[in-house]
């Protein structure tokens, strides 16, 4: 036993090397495997035509999120494409005996919403999804990350992975935010300092006192956001709040407070060497706005779009030049001056419940401005009762906004909530990226405080000065 | 999964930093259930113009480029959504070899698990390839290249010459065109071994 003192990762990595046979890549142990429709089909397919099974089915859980409509459920779904690949889910479910929350399940939603919120994600687990933001779940002190279907196929059948270890960049952010200023404007303000690509080849853990301030969902908002840096995950240790966020949940462990003493063990040790260290002020953010087609493409409410020309780097400048091509933005505007189509309050970053009493608090007694189209879709079926026993559908629905179903809705657009070309959308989800909410569409990511007030005001407004009713 | 040992291919450059997947292959081609035929979507909003033509202007259209399988990329390449569809619609349309100063990282992995190879070259390099495709290009000539996998080593017949470097396991694989879940569970005695380890009691 080496007595090095180890990071979370390197305890959560150590814990699950199954063995590293030579000269090949180590095997890594998954415990929990989380599958939706988009990117599974193909994986179950290689299952069967190599005529093997789901290696351990009950650390497999599944749910359609991606392509499903957010309008009543009670209708069959219109696009036979994506009824097709929700039939295939439902077939290759059942046929491995694959734990499903189907399409009228209480429990459906977005898969890195219910995970936490069931659960199922727990520390100091390995978890994994054909899904970039799978990190979602290192908010809860888990090794998390989205991987292709061919690795899904590979979990599905050894309920391990292939993998090399990630290097360890430690984050640590001081002080506190200030009043306004939220855990997504805090993530973007990361990205913004690391790059797109800051993050490539590592594992972010999030440390400092400003993130310990967070509460649960804010961390999951944190971590969600580490692929758009670039990272191959973002983790926060376990701590009091993960331990009560967890209590209580329908698949925690039931002999809780013996698992807590387990879990107590995965944060770092003192003197833990991490392969780089970045430190930030969490003083320093403002609500943040992104102004182009990246999420690293973003500035503080309070500045004017930037003016790529001025970067230093050429790669910068030519992906600032189209962007703000593709937006439709010229340097120099003020980003309280750009005005709103739509407003998107949705997604795996922010569709939770402390996300929607944020954004219903900002609307409480306004109406939605009449050149706006807004909609909240919550992030799975118990976020949304939830958010009805408070009222908080009331609020919006009185407000203007349209209320549906859970899902991934406008996030992607795979579905038929999609921007027409051209409009403009004050969204709370993870990606401005080119088309990513429709084809010619203009997102800009924003959090729920935000996107509300912007729905309001039908420009983008500092919520830090917002009149509360 | 077909063996990759060395290619010659025309290179296709496209000269943009952060290519993410999601213009890789745009999400209303993610619906289908298949691998296969992904290759007509590639760089959808890019390549065709709202009426469904080819654009002129996307670098991919350009005649001196037609039939290309090396393709030439700026960092980052492959950020983003982790749908294997991208590298399922890279290999579909033709490319074998992707050049880049540096790749997302689920966009690696997923090139080696469908017999594509993702090259990191020093930025320098890469522009230099840049430099020499353009210039092979201006007269009216296709660019070529020729990686040798065993060798790690890129060439042209101008000169050029750097080796690069790839994980020794994912390189056998690509080499005997091995498939990696027949290679793990020759260690399903050590899964259940650790499985048998890690058990946690029922009810727990």
Not at chain 1, 208 to 236: D, H, Y
Request: charged share 25%.
């Amino acid at each position: 036993m080496s007595s090095t003192p180890r990071t979370l990762l390197d305890k959560i990595w150590d814990a699950h090397v199954v063995c590293t046979p030579s000269g090949e890549l180590p095997i890594l142990y998954i415990d929990r495997h989380l599958v939706h429709e988009v990117t599974s089909a193909q994986a179950f397919e290689g299952l069967r035509l190599a005529g093997r099974r789901v290696r351990r089915p009950e650390k497999t859980f599944a749910t359609p999120d991606h392509n499903i409509p957010t309008t009543d459920r009670r209708l069959p779904i219109a696009d036979p494409i994506s009824k097709q690949q929700i039939d295939t889910l439902r077939n290759n479910c059942r046929e491995f005996g694959v734990r499903l929350f189907d399409l009228g399940d209480a429990d459906q939603g977005i898969v890195h919403v219910i995970g936490p919120e069931l659960g199922i994600t727990q520390p100091g687990m390995t978890i994994v999804c054909g899904d970039s933001h799978t990190a979602t779940h290192g908010a809860m002190g888990a090794l998390a990350f989205g991987i292709g279907t061919s690795e899904v196929e590979h979990v599905l059948a050894t309920q391990t992975l292939r993998q090399a270890k990630p290097k360890s960049l430690e984050l640590r952010v001081e002080g506190e935010l200030h009043a306004g200023v939220t855990a997504k404007d805090l993530v973007l303000y990361l990205i913004g300092r690391l790059s797109t690509e800051g993050g490539t080849g590592h594992v972010i853990e999030y440390t400092g006192p400003c993130i310990r301030r967070l509460g649960m969902e804010e961390r999951m908002t944190v971590c969600n956001m580490s692929i758009e840096a670039g990272a191959r995950a973002g983790m926060i240790a376990p701590d009091q709040v993960t331990f009560d966020y967890l209590r209580g949940r329908d698949y925690a462990p039931r002999d809780f407070d013996r698992a807590v003493a387990e879990w107590e063990r995965f944060p770092g040790d003192p003197g833990a060497v991490f392969d780089r260290v970045e430190i930030f002020q969490g003083g320093d953010v403002v609500p943040q706005v992104t102004w182009g087609t990246n999420p690293a493409q973003v500035v503080g409410i309070d500045a004017t779009v930037p003016d790529p020309t001025a970067f230093r780097d050429p790669n910068e400048r030519d992906s600032g030049s189209r962007a703000l091509d593709y937006m439709g933005l010229a340097g120099g505007t003020k980003i309280v001056d750009i005005p709103l189509d739509r407003v998107f309050i949705g997604s795996c970053t922010n569709s939770r419940i402390e996300d929607l009493r944020a954004a219903a608090n900002v609307v409480r007694g306004y109406r939605v401005a009449p050149t706006v189209h807004a909609m909240v879709v919550p992030g799975s079926g118990r976020v949304k009762r939830q958010a009805e026993q408070e009222g908080l559908d009331r609020v919006f629905r009185d407000a203007g906004f349209e209320w549906r179903e859970a899902g991934c809705s406008m996030c992607l657009g795979m579905n038929p909530d999609t921007l027409e070309p051209g409009q403009r959308c004050a969204s709370t989800s993870n990606r401005n990226f080119e088309g990513r909410q429709g084809k010619g569409g203009r997102t800009h990511l924003v959090s729920p405080a935000m996107a509300a007030a912007a729905a309001v005001t039908g420009h983008f407004t500092d919520i830090r000065h917002w009149l509360y009713r | 999964m077909q063996p990759f040992v060395s290619h010659t291919g025309i290179v296709s450059p496209l000269d943009r930093a952060n290519v993410d997947t999601d213009q890789i292959i745009p999400k209303q081609f993610l619906k289908r259930i298949e691998r296969t035929g992904f290759g007509q979507f590639l760089f959808f909003d890019w390549r065709f113009l709202a009426d469904g033509t080819l654009n002129p202007e996307f670098e991919l259209n350009r005649p001196v480029v037609n039939g290309a399988s090396v393709l030439l990329a700026r960092r980052n390449f492959g950020c983003g959504s982790s749908r294997e569809h991208a590298p399922w619609a890279l290999a579909d349309y033709g490319f074998k070899v992707v050049i880049a100063p540096t790749f997302a990282d689920i966009f690696f992995n997923n090139c080696f698990q469908n017999g594509m190879l993702p090259i990191r070259l020093a930025e320098e390099d890469v522009d230099e390839l840049f430099r020499r495709a353009r210039t092979a290009e201006a007269s009216g000539q296709p660019y070529r290249l020729r990686v040798d996998l065993p060798a790690c080593v890129v060439t042209d017949d101008a000169g050029f010459s750097r080796s690069f470097s790839v994980d020794p396991f994912r390189k056998r694989c690509l080499l005997e065109g091995l498939d990696d879940i027949g290679l793990s569970l020759q260690h399903v005695d050590k899964i259940a071994a650790w499985e048998a380890d890690h058990a946690v009691p029922a009810g727990a």
